[in-house]
């Protein structure tokens, strides 16, 4: 087993094993038609090709454009298709593609190791870390100098889904910081700080262990903007010294060390799954219940909401409030 400063990829433990649906007018014309219950791990054509191998995404789309690329024996030349791989037979140039196996890959990524799939510099990133025989990319992002859990994979619906603002993902993390924040910096970061971007907040934030000049704090969000822990504790005056996250819902890193990784098994993705769609459903319940004059939708409720305020009478001719001066 590798050390933690040689960043070598080493296998722990082998375990073998939504999106908006498109309209009717999303779909070209020549596309085959698909079942309901097919619904479910669509990709788009041109994703589903660059991940066999067959070159990048822009070059995928001249395969369609050119006729090249058949979908259960239909010709599609029409960009905006989305395909399951796992149930359509998709041909190129009359050859197959194999269906492809879904991998999903837990890595401890080492401080110096960038996330992004590709970079100018020729710097060490995270699928370089793990094995190189499927086309896969990392789900969300660490910057460069934290450290961490981060998962890869070559599951574009299951990557979406977890990196995805709307579905909350929560993710948790150990923050060692200068000084001590007291109790009124603990309430503000609970509450929101405003960044250039809008107001960010951990849902969760507990002081873990106190030293001499610094501090580590458990900190869980569920958002994922770019260097929000370091900013918005900046902002509040604590420089954030060393960062890693620890989980994502309730997947914890276990005991990895830096640079290594081990496959996710089914049991372990269908549990971030349904992390997502109790996110899914908790935000459902909160937009339903509030909607002005409408029916509750939780749990098939037909009791109405609160009552709306009486509307204001509008003169014959006269701009809607919302429109510019």
């Known amino acids: 087993?590798?050390?933690?400063?040689?960043?070598?990829?080493?296998?722990?433990?082998?375990?073998?094993?939504?999106?908006?649906?498109?309209?009717?007018?999303?779909?070209?014309?020549?596309?085959?038609?698909?079942?309901?219950?097919?619904?479910?791990?669509?990709?788009?054509?041109q994703k589903v090709l660059a991940a066999a191998g067959l070159g990048s995404r822009r070059s995928c789309e001249e395969l369609i454009t050119q006729g090249r690329v058949e979908v259960d024996r239909k010709v599609i030349s029409e960009l905006g298709v989305r395909v399951n791989p796992l149930r359509q037979e998709i041909r190129v140039d009359g050859e197959r593609l194999p269906n492809p196996k879904r991998v999903v890959y837990m890595l401890y990524k080492p401080v110096g190791i960038v996330t992004t799939h590709?970079?100018?510099?020729?710097?060490?990133?995270?699928?370089?870390?793990?094995?190189?025989?499927?086309?896969?990319?990392?789900?969300?992002?660490?910057?460069?100098?934290?450290?961490?859990?981060?998962?890869?994979?070559?599951?574009?619906?299951?990557?979406?889904?977890?990196?995805?603002?709307?579905?909350?993902?929560?993710?948790?993390?150990?923050?060692?910081?200068a000084g001590v924040p007291g109790p009124e910096i603990l309430d503000k970061l609970r509450r929101g700080v405003r960044l250039a971007e809008g107001s960010v907040h951990a849902k969760q934030i507990a002081i873990r262990s106190q030293h001499k000049e610094s501090s580590v704090l458990e900190m869980v969000l569920d958002e994922g903007k770019n260097r929000e822990i370091r900013r918005m504790l900046a902002r509040l005056g604590h420089k954030v010294h060393q960062l890693k996250r620890v989980a994502i819902?309730?997947?914890?890193?276990?005991?990895?060390?830096?640079?290594?990784?081990?496959?996710?098994?089914?049991?372990?993705?269908?549990?971030?799954?349904?992390?997502?769609?109790?996110?899914?459903?908790?935000?459902?319940?909160?937009?339903?219940?509030?909607r002005r004059g409408r029916t509750s939708r939780h749990e098939g409720s037909t009791q109405r909401t609160s009552n709306p305020p009486p509307r204001r009478r509008r003169r014959a001719g006269k701009a809607s409030s919302w429109r510019k001066k």
């Open 118 to 177: 590709y970079d100018p510099s020729g710097r060490s990133r995270v699928v370089d870390l793990v094995p190189g025989d499927k086309r896969v990319f990392p789900i969300g992002r660490l910057d460069r100098m934290s450290e961490g859990l981060i998962l890869v994979t070559n599951d574009g619906p299951l990557a979406n889904l977890l990196a995805h603002p709307r579905y909350g993902i929560e993710k948790k993390y150990h923050v060692q910081v």
């Open 1 to 45: 087993m590798p050390t933690s400063h040689s960043y070598r990829p080493s296998r722990i433990t082998s375990r073998s094993p939504s999106l908006r649906r498109p309209s009717a007018s999303d779909r070209a014309p020549n596309a085959p038609r698909r079942a309901a219950s097919d619904e479910e791990g669509l990709e788009r054509l």
């Open 249 to 290: 819902g309730k997947l914890s890193m276990g005991n990895l060390l830096p640079g290594q990784w081990r496959q996710l098994s089914w049991s372990e993705i269908e549990l971030l799954k349904k992390d997502a769609q109790r996110s899914i459903g908790s935000t459902a319940h909160r937009s339903g219940t509030f």
